[in-house]
Every structure is written in C-alpha cells, then in structure tokens.
C-alpha cells in the first residue's frame, strides 16, 4: 500500500472501514476508531485512551494542557495516523518507509487532504470532532 492510498484504519467504524464509501470517500475520513484511541492517547494521556468519553482516570493534568494544545489541527491529526499506520506496521523501530509506505507523504497528504479540501464545511466539521473527542 503506498501513503496514496488511505488506509482502512482512518475511517470511522469499530471495524477498519467499516463505514467507508467510495461514492462520498470523506465522510467517516480520519475518524476511525484507533486513530480516536491513538489521539486520545495522545491528547490526554494513555491511562484515557480506552475509557469512555466521560471517565476520566489520570492523576495529572492532561497532555494537552501541559503543552498548551488548546486545539486539535490538521498537523495533530496527521501525528495521529502515522502514529497508528506505525502501531499496526511490520516495523518495530521508526524508519521514513514501512515497504511501499512512506510516512512523510503521508503525513503531508493529511495535513493537504484536510487544509486544501474541496469542502471546507468537511473539514470544519472534521475539526469540531476532534475538539470536541479529545
């Protein structure tokens, strides 16, 4: 699979693509279900990664208060698919290319996919989940 292609794991769905439709390829895009765990994870820490939206069991503030994140823009989203296509991959220490995936396409891809999107309504509302989930 090259970073072209999306990955099944970026759309929403507690199956990887489950929720994927070719006739609308962005709704469901960069919702998926371990990309949520993974920015939770991120965002808050991973003793919340799992918990349901409304638990909260850290001991300390969160990692998006202690580095000052207030919002989740499309470089955190792009953090957050590499982070997961990685966790998933057949590689167990970083290098830019995983077989045909190169990591820097795609994170710039996302990071194009959401700022240049044919429908900005897409993408604001892409960001509202996102602040909204973590």
Request: a neutral charge; glycine letters at 6%; hydrophobic letters at 35%.
């Amino acid at each position: 699979m090259r970073a072209l292609v999306w990955p099944a794991m970026v759309y929403s769905g507690k199956i990887a693509g489950e929720n994927f439709n070719p006739q609308q390829v962005q709704n469901g895009l960069f919702e998926g279900y371990l990309l949520e765990r993974v920015m939770r994870h991120l965002f808050t820490g991973p003793s919340s990664a799992l918990c349901a939206d409304s638990e909260s069991v850290g001991t300390r503030p969160c990692n998006a208060r202690l580095h000052n994140m207030m919002e989740v823009e499309a470089e955190n989203i792009a953090y957050g698919v590499i982070q997961s296509r990685f966790a998933i991959g057949s590689r167990d220490k970083w290098k830019e290319e995983d077989g045909n995936y190169n990591y820097r396409s795609a994170y710039y891809r996302v990071i194009s996919t959401i700022r240049d999107a044919p429908d900005p309504n897409w993408a604001k509302a892409l960001h509202e989940h996102w602040n909204l989930y973590v």
